[in-house]
């Protein structure tokens, strides 16, 4: 067990639809990543928060946003939804941004649009 | 641009042997990290072991071991004395320093699927 907690662990939903992805990091950890893996573009990197504000983003689709609350856990929302969307999306968490700091990963949402 | 490379996208390896699985890297940074994770069936990704640009020594765990060349900018991953649970997908990935326009992110081989036979 990592230690970072993610739900729900399936969602199944329709073309079209909007969905929340949750994620609460270990105990400690200040920093987030979302991460998308599919079958055809493997495992990337979406977008990143620490301590609340968001510090990075990768390749994350205009209709998707995520935010970091008070309390250190993480939301990535996804909207207008398209097949395409369909992947395995993990949270991860770091205690700190260094090279060597290693990031914790959730068990992940996987996302099915139908 | 950085970039991780995993050329071998399958492996097979008797039980109780060992085995290398392939990472190369790319990377203009002088800083940086290597990680090993494994992503059995069930999905979840399980934190292997790391090696830092500056470790002059090769990094173990338990089973694993990173062969970390530098100058070639190759960091294998070797599991000894195999056992059936060792079969899964096995991801190498590269995490740089956040700052100087890097993002902390990891990046990611396109990962190796390792079956163990009995």
């Known amino acids: 067990d990592s230690g970072v907690t993610q739900t729900p662990k399936h969602l199944i939903t329709a073309t079209g639809q909007r969905v929340t992805l949750r994620c609460s990091p270990r105990?400690?950890?200040?920093?987030v990543y979302w991460y998308q893996q599919s079958l055809d573009q493997g495992l990337q990197f979406l977008i990143q928060?620490?301590?609340?504000?968001?510090?990075a983003k990768g390749n994350i689709l205009e209709r998707f946003s995520a935010q970091q609350f008070p309390d250190l856990h993480s939301e990535l929302n996804l909207s207008s939804l398209e097949l395409g969307d369909s992947a395995l999306y993990f949270c991860?968490?770091?205690?700190?941004?260094?090279?060597?700091?290693?990031?914790?990963f959730g068990p992940g949402t996987r996302l099915t649009v139908l | 641009a950085q970039k991780i490379t995993q050329t071998q996208p399958g492996m097979f390896v008797q039980e109780k042997e060992a085995v290398t699985l392939d990472c190369t890297y790319d990377?203009?940074?002088?800083?940086?990290?290597l990680f090993w994770y494994k992503q059995p069936s069930s999905g979840e990704m399980i934190f292997l072991i790391y090696?830092?640009?500056?470790?002059?020594q090769n990094a173990t765990e338990g089973r694993y071991s990173l062969n970390f060349q530098k100058a070639r900018k190759s960091a294998n991953l070797v599991i000894s004395a195999s056992q059936l649970g060792d079969s899964a997908m096995y991801f190498c990935?590269?995490?740089?320093?956040?700052?100087?326009?890097?993002?902390?992110?990891?990046?990611f081989g396109q990962g190796t699927t390792l079956q163990v036979k009995p």
């Open positions: 090696q830092g640009s500056y470790d002059e």
């Open positions: 990935a590269m995490r740089e320093p956040h700052g100087s326009g890097n993002t902390g992110k990891l990046i």
């Open positions: 990377t203009s940074d002088q800083s940086y990290g």
């Open positions: 928060y620490y301590n609340g504000e968001e510090r």
């Open positions: 105990s400690g950890d200040l920093s």
């Open positions: 991860a968490s770091s205690y700190g941004q260094g090279a060597q700091n290693e990031q914790f």
